[in-house]
């Protein structure tokens, strides 16, 4: 297999963010960044066990509504170790490109070898880039499809990101973004606070990373609920916005039109 190619591109946003649209409790990207690179050796693993297998599914549905197909040029943002930037590539087929950015190297190396162990000839088309969502290293009109799988929620200036995720989608392209839901259902809430005290934290814990998972319930109660998404999504530009529950409402699915 083609060697994958990993750019350093650590550039630091230049708009102000909106303080509405700002979240997360590590408010540090240094701190953020480390936190997500201390889990990465173990992260495939405890997404399995944690969701039973079905992240599987939500990540394959975040990628149909894409809108990716035979021969795009699509970007998988805040990548981590590649699941879905490897769905896109099965999408666009080896006429099509992929580039998964990500700002954790260690992340980043993990989807390397996944690539190499998968060894599957489609996966040749993947680019790995270590960059910030919030300055993104690619020309306007750039791609025709663009995820995010569970990485808004941790980017400080989400309003900026999804700025930059319009600047660099093609007229008429989707960008897909799969995440917690934040909903406003106090049932949704309390069930999801249960599960993370309770099954998410202790099983983190017997790999040494029960301390790194308790962010989950903060960064879940920072985050956006699905209006909010839509919101920032038509005034960063896009002339449609529509969230979806999945899962009972314990996740969610955005889906914005350029």
């Not at 880039?129 to 690619?138: K, R, S, T």
């Not at 400080?156 to 990101?161: E, Q, W």
Request: glycine share 8%; net charge neutral; with cysteine.
């Amino acid at each position: 297999m083609a060697s994958s190619h990993i750019a350093l591109l650590l550039l630091p946003g230049s708009r102000p963010p909106l303080s509405r649209f700002r979240g997360g409790p590590v408010r540090c990207a240094n701190e953020r960044q480390a936190l997500f690179s201390r889990i990465a050796p173990v992260y495939d693993n405890l997404n399995d066990l944690l969701s039973l297998g079905q992240h599987r599914i939500w990540k394959r549905m975040a990628v149909s509504w894409s809108g990716a197909k035979e021969g795009d040029c699509v970007l998988d943002l805040c990548c981590g170790s590649g699941d879905l930037a490897f769905l896109l590539s099965e999408k666009v087929g080896s006429s099509g490109k992929v580039k998964g950015l990500d700002f954790s190297s260690e992340q980043l190396a993990v989807a390397v070898s996944r690539q190499y162990m998968l060894s599957k000839s489609c996966y040749k088309n993947i680019e790995w880039i270590e960059g910030n969502a919030v300055d993104l290293p690619f020309s306007n009109c750039f791609f025709d499809a663009i995820t995010i799988g569970f990485g808004l929620r941790n980017v400080l200036d989400r309003y900026k990101a999804m700025e930059e995720v319009y600047r660099v989608l093609k007229p008429g392209s989707t960008v897909s973004v799969l995440d917690f839901n934040k909903s406003d259902h106090e049932v949704i809430t309390t069930f999801r606070e249960w599960m993370i005290d309770n099954v998410v934290v202790p099983v983190a814990s017997g790999y040494g990373l029960a301390k790194e998972y308790q962010f989950l319930k903060s960064s879940i109660r920072g985050f956006l609920t699905g209006k909010e998404l839509e919101e920032i999504a038509l005034a960063a530009g896009f002339s449609s916005a529509k969230h979806y529950e999945i899962c009972g409402g314990l996740l969610g699915n955005l889906v914005a039109t350029r």
